[in-house]
């Protein structure tokens, strides 16, 4: 077997850790940074936090991503930075900022919109604006990635762009940020979690770091998911949960997602289901179309402490009970035409990742089974 494994992101983790930002910035002799971070971080005061501390560089805050990151709003951000003539870029936020302000690091020392990038398969300049990373929840693991998850809403499509200039500089994880994630936020930020590390053991692209990554961050989710939910103050949960976020976001980086994640595009394009809770909701369908072939699936199953895949599929849809999220799509009484979209739709990039060959006959009954409950 023949692999290689690259991490460019220097990782720093434990609770306070956001009080570190000023050492990273001078370090590296920044001068210019605009905060990228959500309204609701200005309000709780972490994010005037950052801003108030003059060591660290940074000279305005831009807050206008929407929850799934629009081409438009990227360039927005990319305007204001040259204007501005920042030279670095902190993000603190979920997934949609993290991505928003790795986007849009990638086109503010060039003219280009990101939309010539955007699901075309040009590459994305190599220059780029240094992002340090603070998540402020255990899901997407953005801030180790070099995946870019866009919205294009006048063109109708959700997309990844991937790209080496998409890795943070830095990436500062500190648990207690998380604390203030409500419980269905919880939930499917860290149902996402497992899905990154399930569909990163399976994928095609698995490598032996990546696998013994995945294993670990599964386990993780599994043992600690439902107490965070439950008890959003319990810092030990929730700092299983961020090393949960971060060590998956490390174990699905280079094989890349597969079959869950190809078909939670059209379903939160079109239905507006949240990313995680869409990714979670085909995961326990997989497991076991996946069970029943490939090896890897089964051998991952007993890892996790589980007798066989199925059981292991079972114990994923209880969770999502557990934790109020959508095991079914019956409220919303798609047709016929609606479930044929699905199908073709779900044929996204990452299909061909999945280590069985997903064909429309096994999403046509994905989709029925689904809908018909």
Known sequence: MNWEYLQPVAISFGNGKRNTLFEKIEE??????????????????????????????LIGSFTEFSPNPDVEEVDQLADILRTKQADFIVALGGGSVMDGAKAASSVAL????????????IPIPKE????????????????????????????????????????????????????????????????????HAI??????????ICDALAVYAAKLVLENLKTAYEDGQNLVAREKMAEASVIAGLAFGLPKTTASHACSFPLT?????????????TLDYFISVNGKKDVRTRELAQMLGFDSSEVLAQAVRSLKKNLGLRVDLADKKLTQKEKEQLVILS????????????????????????CDQ
Request: some cysteine; aromatic content about 8%.
């Open 347 to 370: 044929h996204h990039p990452n299909l061909n990742n999945n280590p069985v060959k997903i064909t429309d006959e096994i999403l046509e009954d994905l989709y029925h089974f689904l």
């Open 199 to 208: 569909e990163g053991y399976w994928s095609k692209g698995h490598q032996p």
């Open 269 to 281: 394009n079109l239905y507006g289901i949240p990313h995680g809770e869409a990714c979670g909701l």
């Open 110 to 121: 060039s003219k280009k919109t990101i939309r010539t990038y955007h699901g075309t398969g």
């Open 128 to 195: 780029h604006l240094p992002v340090i990373a603070i998540p402020t929840t255990s899901g997407t693991g953005s801030e180790v990635t070099s995946v870019s998850v866009l919205t294009d809403r006048k063109e109708g499509k959700k997309a990844p762009i991937a790209s080496d200039s998409f890795y943070p500089e830095y990436a500062i994880i500190d648990p207690e940020l998380t604390v203030s994630m409500t419980p269905y936020l919880t939930a499917c930020t860290g149902i996402d979690v497992l899905s």
């Open 28 to 57: 590296k002799g920044y001068q210019r940074g605009i905060l990228v971070t959500s309204a609701h971080f200005i309000k709780n005061g972490n994010a005037k936090e950052l801003l108030n501390n003059p060591r660290n560089h």
